[in-house]
Each structure stands twice: as structure tokens, then as C-alpha cells.
């Protein structure tokens, strides 16, 4: 790989990159709209074996839904990454990573592991958060937890700079630094959220009413602030994740209400089986079922 002083096309990126084979876990970094996901796909349509996408975009999520990371393997039939079948999801429980950077960095972690052992190459997506110091230290910490081999960074102009000097200095990854595509221009906000907004409505479309015993019922937070209630009162709307009883975290849920008398929660939900599920991990937002975001304020 070349270093940060030496663009290239994407043409001639993606078949170095290919070729080189020690470069099993590929990170794609750059602002919102960069073409990341663009070349991840690129990039996968070049390689040949087994390979896999790590989806760390919360928000404008490819595998599995918004508020989730996802990974699944590729195939070469897939017309788009959008066909990829979620092998494992790791629940963070906002849209973006700066929202919970624990979860967001040990999600990260578990997923490239899990990917990495059942693919020979795996491509790692993320998310657009690259302004300022805590997006910085956020990419370098996800780049050391997935144990990244080289990174690609598209830039537009001059913004990824302060990370791949990072990256560089702390001899990270070697970094491939490319133009951002002329075709790929920054979608407002509004679009983005929809889009949000129409995956959310889409993973709920299903839903059903599901009650889990409180007692007995794990919670799964990295920090004593995360809970379902808020002033001893229950959230209502709260996205929750759930997990079964080895950790995995099989779908999310709404926070419908809570059944005293039974001591039951009652949550909405597209998951399955209730049985399985033995451990909720509270979100950071709030949202409809029909896929609309609230923020959550907690005291
Ligand atoms: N190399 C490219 N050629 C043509 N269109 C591109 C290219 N890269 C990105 N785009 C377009 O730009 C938009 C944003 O690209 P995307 O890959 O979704 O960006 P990101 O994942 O960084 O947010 C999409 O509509 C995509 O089709
Ligand atoms: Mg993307």
C-alpha cells in the first residue's frame, strides 16, 4: 500500500488491494456520502473466496437495521450490499456512534472477530463521524479493536487528515488515500433521516407484542446511567436490544408498558420466540414503530 502522500485511482486501488493478500481486514473511512459503502462493494466484487462486510454505520446502515452494526458474507449474485443476510448484529441503541462510543467500539470488536473467523477477507463500512477530536479517537480505537490491516480513506479535502496522520503516526494501518468520487455529492439531512426513518418502519413491520418477565431478566448496559426507567418511572418507547443467553444480540424492541400485576415488561418487537430471549440492553433514543426518532433526555 502507498502511503498518505500518494493518491491513486480507485481503479487501482481496489487491484492492489486485492492482490494483497495480508490485507485481510480492510477499513473504508470518510465524511458522510464519501462513496464509502460505493467501494466497499467495489471492493468485494473483486475478491475472490469467502468474504465478508462489517457494517459500522449506525445510521445509514446497509446490514441489519439503523441503531444496530451488522456483518454478513458476501455473494457474488447480490446485485447490491442492501441483499446481504445479517450473520450476527451487535445492538448500540442510537444512530450514531458518538452516541454510545462503548457500545459503538465493542460492537466493532466482536463483529470483525466473528467475521474474520469465517471469512477470508473481510471489508469493515463506517459511519461519516470524522470532525473534531472524539470522531478521531473513535476511528483509531475501532482501527486497534478490529485489528484493521490497511485503511482506505476517501477524502474530498483535507478533512480526514487529522485521522490518517494518526493512523500513520501511530503506525496503526498503512493508509490509501483516495479523491472522492465526482458522482458522489453529501445528501441533506432530511434525506438521510429518512431514510433512517423508512429502515426503522421497515424492521417494525412486523412487530408483535412480546412480555418478558422481569424478573430474572439481565440487563446489558456499559454504563449505570442506561436503564429502562427513568425517576423510578418506566420509559415508554424506549429502543431496547435483546439478547439471548449467550450474549448474542438477536433483534431490538420498543418499550411498550409495563404489566404491574404480572411484573411483566411488554415490549414490541420482531423478534421471535420469546423464550430466547433472557437479557435487554437499554438504547439511547426513543422511537416509534413506525420508525419516527425522539430524543431521549435523561437527567
Ligand atoms: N464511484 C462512484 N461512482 C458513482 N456514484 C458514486 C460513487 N461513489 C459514490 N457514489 C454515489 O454517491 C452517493 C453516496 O455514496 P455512498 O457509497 O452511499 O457513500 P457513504 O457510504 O460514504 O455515505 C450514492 O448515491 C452513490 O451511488
Ligand atoms: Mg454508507
Given at each position: 500500500m502507498t502511503c498518505a502522500e500518494e493518491p491513486v485511482n480507485a481503479e487501482e486501488a481496489i487491484e492492489q488491494l486485492v492482490a494483497d493478500r495480508s490485507l485481510k481486514r480492510i477499513m473504508v473511512i470518510g465524511a458522510s456520502d464519501a462513496g464509502k459503502t460505493t467501494f466497499a462493494e467495489l471492493l468485494l466484487r473483486r475478491m475472490e473466496g469467502e468474504s465478508a462486510l462489517v457494517d459500522l454505520d449506525l445510521g445509514q446502515s446497509h446490514v441489519g437495521p439503523p441503531a444496530m452494526l451488522g456483518w454478513g458474507r458476501w455473494s457474488q449474485?447480490?446485485?447490491?450490499?442492501?441483499e446481504i443476510r445479517p450473520e450476527r448484529l451487535f445492538f448500540v441503541g442510537a444512530t450514531s456512534p458518538l452516541a454510545n462510543p462503548k457500545a459503538a467500539i465493542a460492537g466493532a470488536a466482536a463483529l470483525v472477530s466473528d467475521a474474520s473467523d469465517r471469512a477470508e477477507r473481510v471489508v469493515i463500512d463506517t459511519s461519516g463521524?470524522?470532525?473534531?477530536s472524539y470522531a478521531r479517537h473513535l476511528k483509531l480505537e475501532k482501527i486497534r479493536v478490529t485489528r484493521t490491516d490497511g485503511v482506505v480513506a476517501l477524502e474530498r479535502?483535507?478533512?480526514l487528515e487529522h485521522i490518517t496522520n494518526a493512523i500513520l503516526h501511530g503506525r496503526l494501518a498503512p493508509v490509501l488515500v483516495l479523491p472522492v468520487a465526482k458522482e458522489a455529492v453529501p445528501k441533506p439531512a432530511r434525506e438521510r433521516s429518512a431514510y433512517r426513518h423508512r429502515r426503522f418502519a421497515g424492521y417494525f413491520a412486523s412487530a408483535c407484542l412480546m412480555r418478558l418477565p422481569l424478573e430474572g431478566l439481565e440487563m446489558m448496559a456499559f454504563s449505570k446511567q442506561d436503564s429502562l426507567f427513568e425517576g423510578g418511572r418506566l420509559i415508554r418507547g424506549l429502543l431496547i436490544g435483546l439478547a439471548d443467553r449467550v450474549g448474542r444480540h438477536v433483534g431490538m424492541g420498543i418499550i411498550e408498558g409495563l404489566d404491574e400485576e404480572a411484573n411483566e415488561l411488554i415490549v414490541l418487537t420482531p423478534v421471535p420466540r420469546r423464550g430466547k430471549i433472557v437479557a435487554v440492553l437499554p438504547g439511547r433514543m426513543l422511537l416509534t414503530p413506525a420508525g419516527k426518532e425522539e430524543r431521549l433526555r435523561r437527567r
Open positions: 449474485e447480490y446485485r447490491s450490499v442492501d463521524a470524522v470532525e473534531g479535502g483535507g478533512e
